[in-house]
DNA sequence: ATCAATAACGATAACAGTTACTATAATCAA
DNA sequence: TTGATTATAGTAACTGTTATCGTTATTGAT
């Protein structure tokens, strides 16, 4: 069971988490938020960061090549990733949940989700170029 | 510049990349591979499947935990991935590359590709339940 | 308010996957 | 065959992450 205990580093995490638009990785949210709790170790922010996502307060977005993104806002939207800067975007775009039906049309399993990451290069980055 | 020279062991990967449907990890080559060179390192394994890789001739695929896997079919397809056993497999699905301009639509940067990966249960995985 | 049970902490070690280094060996063009 | 250069094996180092452990904080019952 395991009953949930408050702690007023987890709170700070999810505070900045939903506060910002940034993606950090969890060394990111470590700096940040040892901003607040200077003697917080990066332990603590991992597991939270865990947990959080365990508990679909936050989503863990796996990327190639460095650690992994955290992202405060739940709702079901996609992802793109700079190639360039290695910044990660929100996509405001049309849901392509039917996807998954199209995957399990010759599929002898059961197709349960899927994760995306579009890369490319982002505006800033073009207009640098 | 850089001019490639040709390598026993490096041929021997491609080889093994070639017949095989496992899309396994660099260490899952290194042990094959070990049974032709004994004395091959695994170091040589990840220089070499990161080469191929680079050359477009063989794929490498970023999974959430766990290593990378590596295969050596590299016409457009995507993958899946048994959340039960870790296996994956070749989807034998329709182009649904036409996200990509989905995902362009209100989006100011430039979107040049993506990777997909369809989670769920394999069959042998559903049958042992 | 005090206490006991236990979750969470900070510090640090351990771990997995991967890359970097270096001296030796293999390839290849002249 | 020689010389230039790439590839190798072996090993150390590195990155991102998880596990361990003694101490601290939270919580629910007294």
């Given at each position: 069971m395991a009953a949930l205990k408050y702690s007023r580093q987890r709170e700070s995490i999810k505070q900045y988490l939903a506060t910002t638009y940034d993606h950090p990785t969890a060394d990111m949210v470590y700096l940040h938020v040892k901003e607040e709790f200077p003697s917080i170790s990066l332990?603590?922010?991992?597991?939270?960061?865990?947990?959080?996502?365990?508990?679909?307060?936050?989503?863990?977005?796996?990327?190639?090549?460095?650690?992994?993104?955290?992202?405060?806002r739940t709702n079901p939207h996609n992802h793109f990733l700079c190639t360039k800067c290695g910044k990660v975007i929100d996509l405001d775009m049309e849901d392509i949940s039917h996807?998954?039906?199209?995957?399990?049309?010759n599929f002898d399993g059961?197709?349960?989700s899927h994760s995306i990451i579009f890369y490319g290069t982002c505006a800033d980055c073009i207009e640098k170029s």
């Open positions: 332990g603590t922010v991992y597991r939270n960061l865990n947990l959080l996502a365990d508990m679909g307060e936050a989503i863990k977005i796996a990327t190639p090549n460095g650690g992994d993104r955290f992202d405060g996807i998954n039906e199209t995957a399990a049309k059961i197709i349960e």
